[in-house]
């Protein structure tokens, strides 16, 4: 079982930046694809990025393309979400999940990180 901790959560301006890792333990995530997820008060968890086990392909939420990049260091055991442009919406807490195999499927998710706070302020 791998266990998984967010940090780089904070306070940050609208237009403001931050980068969130996401770190492994108990076992290597290099054969396994890893995603970002979200939930802000009153709604429901929804996805927001991930990639597959070699970082060869990322998939976006609609409402993150072209500001979240999510990458991986893979001799680190981590994963990252570089945030851009932040807006008051991205107001969330933010988790990171691994998944059970190396190519991303949403319906087949492994172990959660317990999340890390994001606050834009407007």
């Known amino acids: 079982q791998v266990q998984l901790v967010e940090s780089g959560g904070g306070l940050v301006q609208a237009g403001g930046s931050l980068r969130l890792s996401c770190a492994a333990s108990?076992?290597?995530?290099?054969?396994?694809?890893m995603g970002w997820f979200r939930q802000a008060p009153g709604k429901e968890r929804e996805f927001v990025a991930a990639i597959n086990w070699s970082g060869g392909n990322t998939y976006y939420a609609e409402s993150v393309k072209g500001r979240f990049t999510i990458s991986r260091d893979n001799a680190k055991n981590t994963v990252y979400l570089q945030m851009n442009s932040l807006k008051p919406e991205d107001t969330a807490v933010y988790y990171c999940?691994?998944?059970?195999?190396?190519?991303?499927?949403?319906?087949?998710?492994?172990?959660w990180g317990q999340g890390t706070q994001v606050t834009v302020s407007s």
């Open positions: 108990g076992r290597t995530i290099s054969n396994y694809a």
């Open positions: 999940v691994a998944s059970r195999s190396g190519w991303w499927d949403r319906r087949d998710l492994g172990s």
